[in-house]
């Protein structure tokens, strides 16, 4: 690349980035920043501006109750998408893509009836829509949507790009002629390339595993419906059966349960879930309430209450299986890392069903949490109904450590003294 020294174009002690966007003719960068020194103390601030490439001249393009980000241009440059939450302190909120028209300064949400959590997004090459992915249901999907807001799914489900744990995941990309490249989501190998276009068969562009996979066997992954005991939610969960499996025999179990708490799984491929299948256990894992990908209501049934029946959707999961009668009821393990260790140390101070348990860089004490951990400020204003000194007894009774006096579960406790997310408490 040719050039010459870099000079610094914003100043201000607060940060200015994330997704840039030059204008036309390139004397403008479009940005998003909180633009205020106390922004540590507003984690969820921000308006997008625009320096001047020339002067270094700032100038606000928005300024809307909640954050803006993620500033895209459109490719007649008439038109500025970004990102935009209307905040109500709550701890799991869905966003919408935006439209600006630059010139009369119209502003239309274009995703609001959806409900779910938005991924990427890029413009189409003639401007009149974008295309975007979103969660639903433990998978991540594709959709159009027009300067109107009209809402158009795309039959593509993307993924493939977890590869320990299943978690939602994948990546795409827009042709000039409207063809869309994706990650392909797939139960049994990690991601390729694959290429949709309107009317035809998808096209698979890469088999980048096959070689080191295609002669193995792998677990089946099997989709598990299940209704929860405390309202007849009804909760989505998958099984992994052990290469070999045998419906006739019983077989050990190990509920492996997602951080986050906003998070979700869904039926992709896992590293981690097919090395404990190939040591013959059945694995079963779900979106308790709180997940992401059903919805603002299904994701704050846990506001201000975490954990509580998530715990309880967990255990219906586990007796579902359990049902199929191929699972030891007396040789039941339990497992989850960050939000997923905080429900497996919560159950088993409150059941005695697990042979065992594995509880990977928890927070077991939502008290010294919340005035340690890296980002204080969100988890004391979004998760907790005022500042933690005002509120101790409720944390106590929402903390895992509270019921460490009735755990007899053998218990691995695995933490970072670098992990600033979920501290040594």
Not at 144 to 172: E, H, M, W
Not at 215 to 235: G, N, R, W
């Amino acid at each position: 690349m040719e050039g010459g020294t870099p000079r610094q174009l914003t100043t201000g002690k607060f940060p200015s980035g994330g997704t840039l966007a030059f204008s036309r003719n390139n004397d403008w960068i479009y940005f998003a920043t909180p633009q205020r020194e106390d922004y540590a103390l507003h984690p969820l601030s921000g308006d997008i501006y625009k320096v001047n490439v020339s002067t270094a001249a700032v100038e606000q393009v928005t300024d809307m109750e909640g954050p803006e980000g993620r500033p895209t241009l459109s490719p007649t440059v008439k038109y500025l998408a970004f990102t935009q939450l209307n905040d109500r302190k709550l701890s799991y909120q869905n966003g919408d893509i935006v439209v600006l028209e630059l010139k009369s300064g119209d502003i239309t949400r274009l995703t609001t009836s959806l409900d779910r959590s938005l991924g990427k997004f890029t413009w189409r090459k003639d401007s009149r829509g974008l295309v975007f992915s979103y969660l639903d249901h433990g998978e991540t999907k594709l959709a159009t949507v027009n300067l109107k807001g009209d809402v158009k799914t795309i039959d593509v489900s993307i993924g493939g790009q977890a590869f320990g744990r299943p978690y939602t995941s994948g990546d795409f990309a827009v042709s000039d002629k409207g063809d869309i490249v994706y990650t392909t989501a797939s139960r049994t190998m990690p991601g390729d390339l694959a290429l949709y276009r309107k009317g035809k068969d998808d096209t698979l562009l890469t088999a980048l595993n096959n070689d080191a996979l295609g002669h193995k066997t792998l677990a089946e992954v099997q989709d598990l419906s299940v209704v929860s005991s405390v309202d007849e939610l009804p909760i989505d969960a998958w099984i992994a059966l052990p290469p070999g499996f045998d419906s006739s025999k019983k077989y050990p179990l190990i509920l492996e349960i997602h951080g986050g708490p906003h998070a979700a799984y869904g039926p992709h491929f896992a590293m981690e879930i097919q090395l404990m299948a190939a040591q013959g256990y059945v694995v079963v894992w779900a979106n308790p309430r709180g997940s992401s990908s059903y919805g603002e209501d299904f994701g704050n049934l846990i506001h201000h209450n975490y954990p509580s029946e998530d715990y309880n959707d967990l255990m219906d999961v586990v007796d579902a299986v359990v049902e199929q009668g191929y699972v030891d009821s007396e040789n039941l393990f339990i497992t989850g890392g960050s939000g997923g260790g905080t429900l497996t140390a919560w159950s088993i101070g409150k059941t005695e069903r697990f042979s065992a348990a594995v509880v990977a860089k928890p927070v077991i004490n939502w008290m010294s949490f919340s005035l340690t951990a890296d980002a204080y400020p969100y988890f004391s204003q979004y998760w907790m109904a005022d500042m933690p000194w005002k509120i101790a007894d409720k944390l106590w009774q929402r903390s895992p450590l509270s019921l460490v006096g009735n755990v007899v579960t053998p218990t691995m406790l695995l933490t970072g003294e670098a992990d600033h997310r979920t501290p040594d408490q």
